[in-house]
């Protein structure tokens, strides 16, 4: 008994959240990583896409409450989604159309992309906050739980409860259709497939007749889809704040670096090493081990290995330790 | 010739945004000397910052956007040297906490020795482990009891260390302190850019980008939770000051007659005075720094330093120790921003761990040094100048854009309501748009590198 609580009480605060905060990260690291594969530079302006996107998701769904339009148990915000995508795809493409396109034709050092899209960065956190402010915005509606601690105890008659959100189940069921048309989309598609063997051998597949326009601005779409969707998922689950999503770079970018720059499968891989790895560390596992140590054992400290504040430091740490061993990342990544 | 006209001529115009921001209250300009004294000692904090980043970048190609952590470091010596020592903090826990400290230094350097020492193998990777992780309990064991010690002390009012300040209860009479504290915050900086050297500097340049920006998020994380080094969120105020205070300087009478004789009352005397100090302490500081990276950048090591950033292979075949002048360079700049920030600290005569923004302390020193002029030292500390003139006066400017585009509507119309409250978020829009416009039509910047 003692050993099903623990494991409750482990799934509770450790399994959960990180499955809900990992499905998030994977989303943001894909986006990083198809950028990085196609374009090849780094983009700092991600996060900031992510903002925007979640923003005009949260005004058109604002919208829609307006004219009495609900989602029924599930969010609002699911709605407004494919809205927020568009907006999202218009503004990224605006964004190539002016800023990008002239430095990829003079084929200039990455490192001056990666300047120009902090540039962008400041330009796109600008409009954030034109459009939205800087306030903190909880947007979810809908069903709050799939299982709540009361129906959960009651169902099983174990001392410890276990939760989960309905916006906890909504962000992996998401993750999940998104990455399975994601990859439909490279491995089976026409598209997809000159999107690939353009990551792969640039010089061979212009020869071969790829327009790279075309896989440019295909990938913009796709990155414009993935981070609107990260961005609505992890507001939904936690609330929306524009510095917030700035700060989210680091853990992406840490994902998709530990997972392999460039390769979609390893971006996915590390958001979940990532979120796991921040979650226990940082959890205090005084409950857990309570449950398991016969009494006289018995940890009277929190044993939690880190403050909360640290998590930066999580996933900053796995990312050195990873470039010092490994520095093609976990799956095999590009390296330039 | 053309050229230095244009420098000229750029010099004067950014001498003039300044000189109008005091004179007159035309326009956007606020006809304050004060504030005018005020934008220009932080200009020349930013202005130095600019040149450790393009000491960094212009001169090795070195991609760094932790500029923030050094800065927020240097704030810390400032804190640390500056501020009396906390009654009995050393005894309640203070050498408790430096001996966790140097317990954890001792298990990840002999960490690295047995990575180095042991045969290749499992066995190696998983003795390593199991090492760091008793390593660390232990540490925490010590460390948590010394911390507990020192923040038990008055929590309201001190709760930490304090500084090495021997004054006791009169240390505000050690004013200077705080000027010895920017070479210490300079020290602090190039440490740990030589412990972030030593592991990031051999990655390529994207890389040791995020690794340095997750430094500097780390830095500030530790200085908002370790209340015992300088009380975390609580802040550390009333620094002491190397200029005399406003107070003072009023109730001296022989201030109060000069003052007289030059037609100021006394308060407004007081404030430009100790503005005017700050400005001429740090004018001193950057004056020092600029002919130093002048002469480095003109001796046979800064050719030597673009030859490595314009082509590494070629530098590294000629016998050149690329990843060992990197190293140097990266230390160098980065003391060079943490003086900035001690100085800075010293200035604001606060240290609020809070206040350490990416945006404001890192990416904005990237836009100077880019609009600036990448390469060249002058084109760097104008660039700090003009930004931040920028940075402050771009509120104004967006209020005034605000009310002439607004002028024909209501005063409740929607439109005008929209426009006054974006007015406020105008200086990121506008900082993001003049870095773009300045790569795209002047990617060598406003003094291009000769």
New interface residues.
């Given amino acids: 008994m003692d050993f099903l609580n623990a494991l409750v009480a482990l799934t509770n605060y450790v399994i959960v959240p990180g499955m809900a905060y990992g499905a998030q990260l994977a989303l943001g690291a894909l986006g990083v990583t198809l950028i990085y594969g196609i374009l090849r ?2 983009n700092f302006a991600h996060g900031d896409t992510m903002a925007f996107g979640t923003a005009m998701t949260i005004m058109v769904t604002n919208g829609l409450l307006a004219l009495g339009i609900t989602f029924g148990p599930l969010p609002t915000a699911l709605l407004a989604l494919p809205f927020g995508i568009i907006l999202t795809c218009l503004l990224v493409l605006g964004t190539d159309r002016l ?1 990008y396109r ?1 430095y990829r034709k003079q084929k200039a050092a ?3 992309l ?3 899209s ?10 954030v ?2 459009t939205i ?2 306030r903190d915005i909880q947007f979810a509606d809908g069903e709050r739980f799939i299982i709540s601690v009361r129906t959960f105890k009651e169902m099983t008659g174990l001392q410890e409860g276990l939760a989960i959100k309905a916006t906890q189940g909504i962000t992996v069921g998401v993750a999940v259709i998104v990455v399975a048309m994601l990859f439909w989309f490279l491995n089976k598609t026409r598209t997809g497939k000159s999107m690939r063997a353009f990551s792969d051998n640039e010089d061979l597949a212009l020869l071969s007749g790829i327009n790279p326009e075309k896989v440019v601005m295909v990938t913009w779409m796709i990155v414009a889809a993935l981070a609107t969707t990260a961005g609505v998922l992890y507001g939904l689950d936690k609330s929306f704040k524009a510095f917030t999503y ?2 989210l ?2 853990p992406i ?2 994902s998709a ?1 530990v997972g392999g720059l460039g390769n979609p499968l390893g971006a996915i891989a590390g958001g979940f090493v990532i979120a796991f790895s921040e979650v226990t560390v940082t959890y205090a596992f005084k409950k857990v081990l309570g449950y398991l140590l016969p009494e006289s054992l018995e940890p009277s400290s929190l044993v939690q ?1 880190l ?1 909360t ?2 998590k ?2 999580v ?2 740490s796995i ?2 330790i990873v ?2 061993f490994k ?1 093609t990342g976990l799956f095999k990544g590009q ?2 | 010739m053309t050229l230095t006209y244009r420098n000229a001529f750029l010099v004067l115009f950014v001498a003039s945004l300044y000189i109008l921001e005091g004179a007159t209250d035309f326009w956007i300009f606020s006809g304050s000397w004060d504030s005018s004294l005020k934008m220009l000692s932080f200009a020349l904090i930013g202005a130095i910052m600019a040149l450790g980043v393009n000491l960094q970048w212009g001169f090795a190609g070195l991609f760094n956007i932790g500029v923030m952590g050094f800065v927020a470091l240097g704030g810390l010596a400032t804190v640390l040297v500056s501020m009396p020592t906390t009654p009995g903090a050393w005894s309640a826990g203070g050498w408790t906490i430096l001996m966790g400290l140097i317990l954890g230094a001792v298990t990840i350097v002999t960490a690295v020795f047995m990575l180095r020492w042991l045969p290749k193998g499992r066995m190696r990777t998983w003795l390593t482990i199991a090492f760091l992780v008793l390593g660390f309990f232990a540490f925490r064991a010590v460390f948590d009891y010394g911390v507990a010690g020192v923040e038990a002390i008055n929590p309201a009012a001190t709760g930490y260390l304090g500084g090495l300040n021997w004054g006791g209860e009169n240390y505000k009479d050690y004013g200077w302190l705080t000027i010895v504290a920017w070479p210490v915050g300079g020290l602090l900086a190039a440490g740990a850019a030589w412990i972030i050297g030593k592991t990031a500097l051999g990655l390529r340049s994207d890389y040791l980008a995020i690794a340095t920006l997750g430094i500097a998020e780390i830095i500030i994380a530790v200085m908002k939770n370790e209340d015992w080094l300088a009380r975390g969120v609580k802040n550390v105020n009333g620094l002491p000051r190397p200029v005399p205070y406003e107070i003072d300087l009023q109730n001296d009478p022989g201030f109060v007659e000069k003052a007289a004789s030059y037609g100021l009352d006394p308060v407004t005397a007081s404030t430009l005075y100790t503005k005017m100090g700050y400005v001429i302490l740090f004018t001193i500081v950057l004056v020092i720094l600029l002919w130093l990276a002048q002469r480095a950048l003109n001796s046979p090591w800064g050719r030597m330093m673009r030859a490595i950033r314009d082509n590494e292979t070629a530098a590294e075949a000629m016998g050149k120790n690329v990843t060992a002048r990197h190293l140097q360079i990266f230390i160098l700049g980065s003391a060079i921003c943490g003086i900035a920030g001690a100085m800075m600290t010293t200035l604001d005569s606060q240290l609020t761990p809070t206040s350490y923004q990416p945006l404001r302390f890192t990416f904005l020193i990237w836009v100077m040094v880019i609009v600036g002029g990448s390469g060249n030292n002058f084109g760097a500390v104008l660039g700090g100048f003009l930004i931040w003139w920028l940075w402050v006066m771009v509120e104004p400017l967006g209020q005034w854009i605000a009310e002439v585009t607004t002028s024909g509507f209501a005063v409740d119309h929607w439109f005008r309501i929209r426009m006054e409250d974006a007015a406020a978020h105008f200086r990121l829009f506008t900082m993001g748009l003049v870095l773009l416009l300045v790569l795209r039509f002047s990617p060598r910047g406003l003094m291009p590198e000769k």
Avoid: C, H, T, W
């Fill in positions: 530079f780094s800023v002239f990455p490192v001056i990666v300047i120009v902090m540039g962008v960065m400041f330009i796109m956190n600008g409009i906050r034109f402010g800087v700035f700060q770079l680091l970018f840490a670096i290995l403050s504040d640290y930066f430091a996933s900053f990312l050195i470039l010092l520095p390296s330039v």
